[in-house]
């Protein structure tokens, strides 16, 4: 794959605002690039920033014959299915409030984690 190809996949990019003396800063991370990280002013800085770095990374990379890791989110197939295990103390808590609900524990389960 040429750079451009990897630039078109699906990066997870992580952002964190941090504040120093009063100014608000943005710092980036790209999850699957070890060591790709930028800063902005604003958003819009760091977007244009982290795409610069992540450029430089996959170069670098590629230029060295180096392994580029990939999104995991274009390999992995989601079914929408998850156990979960939790105290019974819990389950028997999220039972009784599907109850007074009125709905199924798992749409509870699903609203719940939805933030909803």
Not at 4 to 28: A, E, F, H, Q
Not at 91 to 104: A, D, I, N, P, T
Request: with cysteine; net charge negative.
């Amino acid at each position: 794959m040429k750079l451009s190809d990897y630039m078109n996949l699906p990066y997870s990019i992580v952002i964190t605002p941090y504040t120093d003396d009063g100014k608000t800063y943005y710092y980036g991370r790209v999850l699957e690039l070890d060591g790709c990280q930028s800063t902005g002013d604003t958003l819009e800085e760091l977007n244009q920033s982290i795409k610069e770095a992540m450029e430089l990374h996959i170069e670098t990379l590629l230029e060295n014959g180096w392994e580029v890791p990939v999104p995991s989110e274009s390999q992995k197939e989601f079914s929408g299915r998850l156990l979960v295990r939790m105290p019974p103390s819990l389950h028997k808590r999220l039972y009784q409030e599907s109850q007074r609900e009125g709905v199924s524990l798992n749409l509870l389960a699903v609203t719940k984690l939805a933030g909803a």
